[in-house]
Nanobody, 126 residues
Framework: VQVVEFGGGSVQPGGSLRLSCVVS????????IGWFRQAPGTDRDGIAC????????NYADSVNGRFTISRDDANNIVYLHMMNLTPDDTAPYYC????????????????????WGQGTLVTVSS
């Protein structure tokens, strides 16, 4: 199984980025996907997740209304569209994959995650 993130980089406050997570080696449409981030000295925090077939999405309060998660099951990709970025959004971002029996389930906790990507760094500064 491979989980690979793309799209991180440097952006000014108020800017936008789109992260991509490409998953291979398993049946993608049976997986729920989460995006996590981990600022220095903090725990890895689940900020957005999407259930199988996009049946459900969930966001942390800190990103709700600014970030949008979506999935393309035909191409095994999950996207995270990020808008109105602030310096507090600076962190490495990780894609998490978890097998989901229940359609509504999406992972916002690190417990139960089956596979992680290597992370992609997002830096927001002027």
């Amino acid at each position: 199984v491979q989980v690979v993130e793309f799209g991180g980089g440097s952006v000014q406050p108020g800017g936008s980025l789109r992260l991509s997570c490409v998953v291979s080696g398993l049946t993608f449409n049976r997986q729920a996907i989460g995006w996590f981030r981990q600022a220095p000295g903090t725990d890895r925090d689940g900020i957005a997740c999407i259930a199988r077939a996009g049946y459900n999405t969930n966001y942390a309060d800190s990103v709700n209304g600014r970030f949008t998660i979506s999935r393309d099951d035909a191409n095994n990709i999950v996207y995270l569209h990020m808008m109105n970025l602030t310096p507090d959004d600076t962190a490495p971002y990780y894609c998490a994959v978890e097998a989901a029996v229940v359609f509504e389930y999406c992972p916002r906790s690190t417990s139960g995650v089956d596979y992680w990507g290597q992370g992609t760094l997002v830096t927001v500064s002027s």
